[in-house]
Nanobody
Framework: QVQLVESGGGLVQPGGSLRLSCAAS????????IGWFRQAPGKEREGVSC????????YYGDSVKGRFTMSRDNAKNTMYLQMNSLKPEDTAVYFC?????????WGQGTQVTVSS
């Protein structure tokens, strides 16, 4: 069964940190382009970060550059999103995704709330 499962979301104060994980099962992440997306209430889904299938390049949205770091561990078949210096505007449901050719997989999402 092909599946992506996020974990690590929660409530954090402004300036705090969280690390999201996304574990893949039923397929190998190695040759997939992978990414994190988020959707805040009343807003469209936006791209946060992505890593190319070759693993050679990592991209970040302007709003998270310098604060978020995306990584992958092929041995664990897992991708991560380290989020530092969190702001209230980072509050959203975060989704992980993997794409290769016609295969396009998404996780169910994990809530991140940044509030004092």
């Amino acid at each position: 069964q092909v599946q992506l499962v996020e974990s690590g979301g929660g409530l954090v104060q402004p300036g705090g940190s969280l690390r999201l994980s996304c574990a893949a099962s039923g397929f190998a992440l190695d040759y997939y382009a992978i990414g994190w997306f988020r959707q805040a209430p009343g807003k469209e889904r936006e791209g946060v970060s992505c890593i190319t299938s070759s693993g050679g390049s990592t991209y970040y949205g302007d709003s998270v550059k310098g604060r978020f770091t995306m990584s992958r561990d092929n041995a664990k078949n897992t991708m991560y999103l380290q989020m530092n210096s969190l702001k209230p505007e980072d509050t959203a449901v975060y989704f992980c995704a993997a794409r290769r050719g016609l295969n396009d997989y998404w996780g169910q999402g994990t809530q991140v709330t940044v509030s004092s």
